[in-house]
């Protein structure tokens, strides 16, 4: 094991304690969930598995969590602050009030640290070509979404509160409603990612970018 694989396998044990021993912030956010077909988690090897909430497009890890069985809880510090930047939407969607800031947690990932493989969570209706699926949105106050998005046929009636809400997209017959989520949907393991998920993701496993070091 070389050394930046040898850092890597230290911040993930140094991480878990955190979470295991409530050493997170009162206030901490977290998403608990079953994964149905379990049996997918074999191509990533031998050893204990991690669930990682992520921002995969900043290379940022926001939330973590062991995959017990086929449970997991993902836990957030309350202590994190999401980069958010201004909400941006399509034309057509009336957006109120103006001037919300979000953030968009857009990939669960499932990893080993032992073998340094990953896979990418899907929470959806269906483990391929759900009609549902469903993420996480930071909001900074609240904000209603509704309408129609010019030319498209994407339909917003959502509503974001203060803090991380989830958030449903469905897609029937070629339209798109993002809305509320009204069920916590299953989780499905997707084909290993990679099996060098720390060179593959270099930003997200150096510990620089980690809600647990804000």
Excluded at 114 to 140: F, K
């Amino acid at each position: 094991m070389n050394r930046s694989a040898r850092q890597s396998v230290r911040l993930v044990q140094a991480l878990l304690p955190l979470l295991l021993t409530g050493a997170a912030h009162a206030a901490a956010f977290s998403v608990g969930g079953e994964i149905r077909n379990p049996t997918a988690t074999r191509p990533l090897g031998s050893g204990e598995l991690r669930v990682l909430m992520t921002n995969l497009g900043g290379g940022w890890l926001l939330g973590m969590g062991p995959l017990t069985g086929t449970r997991f809880n993902v836990v957030v510090p309350g202590t994190f602050q999401p980069p958010v930047q201004p909400l941006d939407v399509c034309p057509g969607v009336k957006v109120t009030p103006a001037g919300a800031r979000t953030y968009t947690a857009e990939t669960l990932l499932l990893f080993n640290p032992a073998t340094n493989a990953v896979a990418t969570l899907v929470q959806g209706d269906a483990p391929t070509d759900p009609t549902e699926r469903g993420q996480w949105i930071y909001s900074d106050r609240t904000v209603t979404l509704s309408g129609r998005c010019a030319g498209l046929n994407t339909y917003y009636a959502l509503t974001l509160r203060p803090g991380w809400t989830g958030v449903t997209t469905e897609s029937r017959d070629g339209r798109f409603e993002i809305r509320n989520a009204r069920r916590n949907l299953p989780y499905w393991v997707q084909p290993v990612l990679s099996t060098a998920a720390r060179q593959t993701f270099p930003a997200l496993f150096s510990g620089q970018r980690s809600a647990f070091n804000r």
